[in-house]
């Protein structure tokens, strides 16, 4: 079913509504400096587990409806400033098995035409398209080669500003139905993008559909996307599913993810970070083909060097995506460039500075549990000295806020550490906490596959001194509950800023936590910004 143009018009000016037109809580909305709280724990509700089944091939909404060139898998993701955008999507068809032929980006032009919203679109912009193969070298396994990707770069964008477009090959001609997308507001104190939604390991799920329509109701104009896309690897290369890791994948799964999504994020800015179900190894040691071919990311234009970290601004948000897969030494890439990034980041113009990465240092499940303890010992202080003010994690299936915290004890000046990594995958929810009785895992069984070096050992001060887990809920754990979900981040001005998560269970209209995180700029200095050379 096709929504003519007024429809459209109406929903993406949705986005500036407020959100309490949307979200109702009872009683007055605690803040931050209200903290630190008392630790709460939801009781677990067995009656509602959602369906954690993935969707079939079959499901409409992942079939392939496009014909011959047409463009198919259309997102929007962000440059490093409100003044461009990435524009992607894909032509063409994926091959899989044992004899394929990569299709050839050179046949198909990238092309995009824009213009403002009620003005002709008579601006123009080409880019780049490549394809990617996931190659097995075990005899019997079915090799896979993806329809054409095509990447192009809209610039000398006007800020906050509703734009329409076409993307595709104008001279075939196979070119996509007109879309919309809205540029992000200028950095400054002041200025800020309505709602930012949160979500993490999505899949392809029932539950998943469940998170995404809850999440449009609520009209973000921007989707953070902390790790584990589309969970191609708990797929045997012949699409039977497995439901556990393994080292092979069904990359289909990809494309069926791409389809569904296209809805949102063909109209929503979506970032993206690495989770370790994009790792996704093949032949000759390869790593992230998918992840690294399918999205846009702004790199280069933020001085990075890989596209599993990079760093743009959202008005008066600066951010970091950060990857927890790939080097994170004091003395990598990674670590020299996240000080580089930081030591730029004007705090008079982008006062907010918000951080994600997929496995969560501050969780108290028992899935994972201090899993990611060697990049939080190489990296807190140097979060901690710029003074990052909130951080979204995925990986562990529940929903988890903190209190400010650093080095696991209780600091005005630590950040916010959020995990919703609830989004509706296929592994279903963790119910386990670690301070439970008998739920403490051994230290030497903590990291996972992707976590070759351990670092965790039993505390040496605090409540939980020589041992390796709490005895009761952490006193940094704010409130934790096991439940499908969403967040939303709406920041007021230069100090406030909203955070609300939903769960999928509920009514839309209302929140299951909700918070004011309150910056103290004041009594929490941050280090000032280093110019450029």
Known sequence: MKMNMDSLVVAVLLVLLPLSFFTFVHGEIP??????FKPVTVPLDTSFRGNAVDLPDSD?????????????????????THDSVWISWITGEFQIGDNITPLDPENVASVVVYGRYE???TNQSTGYSLVYNQLYELEGLQNYTSGIIHHVRLTGLMPNTLYQYQCGDPSIPAMSNVSYFQTMPVSGPESY????AVVGDLGLTYNTTS????????????????????????????GTAEGCFHEQTY????????????????????????GDHEIEKQAGNQMFAAYNSRFAFPSEESGSSSSLFYSFNAGGIHFVMLGAYTSYDKSGDQYNWLELDLANVDRNVTPWLVAAWHPPWYSTYTAHYREAECMRIELEDILYKYGVDIVFNGH??????????????????????????DGGNSEMMEIAHADDPGNCPQPYTIPGENMVVFCAFNFTSGPAAGKFCWDEQPEYSAYRESSF????????????????WHRNRDLYNHAGDQIYIVRQPDICPVRPMVHKQ
């Open 60 to 80: 409409p909404r992942v079939q392939r409806i496009v014909k011959g060139f047409e463009p198919e898998q259309i997102s929007v993701s962000l440059s490093a």
């Open 193 to 196: 993008p309505s709602r930012i």
């Open 211 to 238: 998170t995404v329509d809850h999440l449009l109701i609520n009209h973000p104009n921007l989707l953070l996307l902390v790790g584990d896309v589309s969970y191609a690897n708990l797929y045997f290369t012949n």
């Open 396 to 421: 562990v299936h529940a929903y988890e806020r903190s209190n400010r915290v650093y080095n696991y004890t209780l600091d005005p000046c630590g950040p916010v550490y959020i995990t919703v990594g």
């Open 485 to 500: 979900g969403h967040g939303l981040l709406e920041v007021r001005n230069e100090t406030h800023a909203l955070w609300t």
């Open 251 to 274: 990359q289909p799964r990809w494309d069926y993810w791409g389809r569904y999504i296209q809805p949102l994020v063909s109209k929503v800015p979506v970032m993206v970070v690495e």
């Open 31 to 36: 803040t931050t400096l209200d903290g630190p």
């Open 119 to 121: 003005h002709p679109m």
